[in-house]
């Protein structure tokens, strides 16, 4: 009933609408500040719980092949899990540019700028204090004829880890009644010319969040290309071929067939940016982005983005932490396939660019959609 304003005495229909997405509190952060949680259903079987802090997916529930949920993604019960140094950026909306920036230096416009440098020698995931990760968004639940939705909203203001201009930032989670998927989508606005990169940094197990390594998952990319690093994981420039090493994923492969030879190198696995090969001339804004399957749960996972990238992370840095009901995330427990604009893109005038200027409007999405393999026909 707390949505009933003045405009509903005039006539108009601003009741909660029926079925708008339970919210439940979950807990504060060590500032004190409260943190809630909401639950994004379909009829299908679908469970999304997403929080605050963050913007963060917390649960990801899916059916396996004989109709069993399980929550497919790493993360913790409580908001102190989330706080800890045990979380690799668990589920976060991640910005405000995700991956990394070379030495945290870029200039814009003519002007120099520095930021944190947390991943030593770089800047990674927008920051060490205040990067989207760790605020608190305020949110709003909303539900139409077609599903669940929440949107996150956060003001970023000008400076902040040492970024400019004034970031107004919408992270929109939505579930289709009918359908196993989960869209997220991103818009921005700036005040001052600024880098935008936002993506989700999900890390999924299809067998189940806590299960063993990913290394029997299967994987295909839609990518003929990626961009090559140097040590420190930070684009050479070169846009090469995958044809010929241990990341061609244009034919479904095994994500361990070929992972070792990657291990001595600075990724110590895979942890590389991939281009997304054109999009079909169609309608839709969607390309394929991935394809992961589980052959031992069932479970399958199709990735559609607007994005021209996708990172895709086997987790090499998980190192045993304890999350879920006391769950241990080995190494190599999950993969994360993030969906992006390249790496250093702001240093890099060959990649897409990555500026948004005021006036303009940010926008990007990207469709998770589950399902099962089907049984071979006899
Ligand atoms: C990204 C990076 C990885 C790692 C994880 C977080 O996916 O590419 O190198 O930093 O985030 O641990």
């Known amino acids: 009933m707390r949505q009933i304003c003045f405009l509903a005495l005039l006539g108009f229909p601003l009741l909660a609408h029926a079925n708008d997405p339970q919210v439940d509190d979950f807990g504060s952060t060590q500032d004190g500040t409260a943190v809630e949680i909401y639950t994004l259903k379909s009829s299908t079987g679908l469970t999304a719980k997403i929080m605050t802090r963050g913007a963060t997916l917390v649960q990801l529930h899916v059916p396996d092949k004989d109709g069993k949920s399980e929550d497919v993604i790493l993360g913790w019960d409580d908001v102190a899990g989330y706080e800890s140094e045990d979380n690799q950026y668990f589920g976060c909306s991640t910005g405000r540019v995700c991956n990394r920036i070379a030495l945290g230096k870029f200039s814009l ?100 969040a806590g299960s063993d390594t990913v290394l029997d998952h299967m994987l295909q990319l839609n990518a003929d290309t990626y961009t090559p690093t140097d040590e420190t994981l930070i684009p050479t420039g070169t846009i090469d071929s995958v044809e010929g090493t241990p990341l061609d994923f244009r034919k479904i492969k095994k994500i361990g067939a070929r992972i070792e030879k990657l291990t001595n190198t600075g990724a110590l696995g895979y942890d590389h940016n991939f281009v997304l090969n054109p999009k079909p001339n169609d309608d839709s804004p ?18 559609s ?55 303009e409007e940010f926008k990007s999405s990207t469709q998770l959609s589950f399902g099962i393999i089907k049984p071979k026909a006899e």
Do not use: M
């Open 109 to 208: 416009e003519g002007k120099e700028y520095s930021l944190a440098t947390n991943n030593e020698p770089n800047h990674l995931h927008g920051g060490a204090e205040r990067s989207l990760d760790k605020v608190v968004w305020k949110a709003k639940g909303y539900s139409n004829d077609k599903g669940q939705g929440v949107r996150f909203t956060y003001v970023s203001p000008d400076g902040e880890e040492g970024y400019p201009g004034e970031l107004k930032i919408t992270v929109t989670y939505f579930v289709p009644a009918d359908a196993n998927r989960l869209t997220i989508s991103y818009k921005a606005t700036t005040d001052k010319a600024t880098p935008v990169n936002l993506t989700n940094h999900a890390y999924f197990n299809l067998s189940g």
């Open 286 to 303: 969607f390309n394929l982005a991935a394809v992961l399957r589980d052959p031992a749960s069932g479970r399958t996972l199709r990735i």
């Open 305 to 359: 983005t607007d994005q021209p990238g996708i990172q895709f992370y086997s987790g090499n840095f998980l190192k045993g932490q304890k999350g879920k009901s006391g769950k241990t995330y080995a190494h190599r427990s999950a993969v994360c396939l993030e969906t992006q604009h390249f790496p250093d893109s702001v240093n890099h005038e060959n990649f897409p660019s990555t500026i948004l200027k005021p006036g």
